[in-house]
């Protein structure tokens, strides 16, 4: 009877309050759901701009990389050309040098035989002065001193003035 009574005395308002009231639970409820769609938007938005963020910074990264890359390149073949370059100058100063060591040995050779012949004539000289001294000692004419200093004077001529 209360059921009645209270069907009776709310009337159909009770069914519009209770509908409208589970409407609102709903609504709270789809407000609660748009409001955590909302912070997952959010944080996804956050997510992407910071990915954005990242992507750029290691474009840039790449970028530099690639730019230290060609500079570095770049470098390397300008010092590829430099020790080419010098490599050529070794080169000729290696060939220059063994034409110098083949004129010095020319050189030396040369020096040893001049050497020798010189050696020879100083021998001979100082055999001439030995024989000038000789005359001087047992006391030639002048004549005969003339011809030894030039290396004309015979002894077989010394025999017959004594």
Same mark, same amino acid.
């Given at each position: 009877? +209360?059921?009645?009574?209270?069907?009776? &005395?709310?009337?159909?308002? /009770?069914?519009?309050?209770?509908?409208?009231?589970?409407?609102?639970?709903?609504? @709270?409820? !789809?407000?609660?759901?748009?409001?955590?769609?909302? *912070? $997952? %938007?959010?944080?996804?938005?956050?997510?992407?701009?910071?990915?954005?963020?990242?992507?750029?910074?290691?474009?840039?990264?790449?970028?530099?990389?690639?730019?230290?890359?060609?500079?570095? @390149?770049?470098?390397?073949?300008?010092?590829? /050309?430099?020790?080419?370059?010098? *490599?050529?100058?070794? @080169?000729? &100063? &290696?060939?220059?040098?063994?034409? %110098?060591?083949?004129?010095?040995?020319?050189? +030396?050779?040369?020096?040893?035989? %001049? !050497? $020798?012949?010189?050696? &020879?004539?100083? /021998?001979?000289?100082? @055999?001439?002065?030995?024989?000038?001294?000789?005359? +001087?000692?047992?006391?030639?004419?002048?004549?005969?001193?003339?011809?030894?200093?030039?290396?004309?004077?015979?002894?077989?001529?010394?025999?017959?003035?004594?």
């Amino acid at each position: 009877m +209360l059921r009645f009574y209270a069907t009776l &005395h709310w009337g159909p308002n /009770v069914q519009v309050g209770r509908e409208l009231a589970a409407a609102q639970a709903s609504l @709270k409820s !789809t407000e609660a759901s748009h409001t955590v769609m909302e *912070n $997952k %938007l959010f944080s996804e938005q956050c997510a992407r701009a910071n990915a954005e963020t990242w992507a750029q910074q290691s474009s840039a990264d790449r970028d530099a990389a690639h730019k230290a890359n060609k500079f570095v @390149k770049s470098r390397e073949a300008s010092l590829n /050309v430099r020790i080419s370059e010098m *490599n050529v100058v070794v @080169k000729s &100063h &290696h060939n220059m040098y063994d034409r %110098l060591e083949n004129r010095f040995q020319l050189a +030396l050779r040369s020096n040893e035989i %001049l !050497t $020798k012949e010189v050696n &020879h004539d100083l /021998v001979r000289w100082v @055999k001439r002065l030995e024989k000038v001294n000789s005359a +001087l000692s047992s006391r030639l004419d002048p004549e005969a001193l003339v011809l030894m200093v030039k290396g004309e004077f015979s002894f077989s001529m010394c025999s017959s003035v004594s």
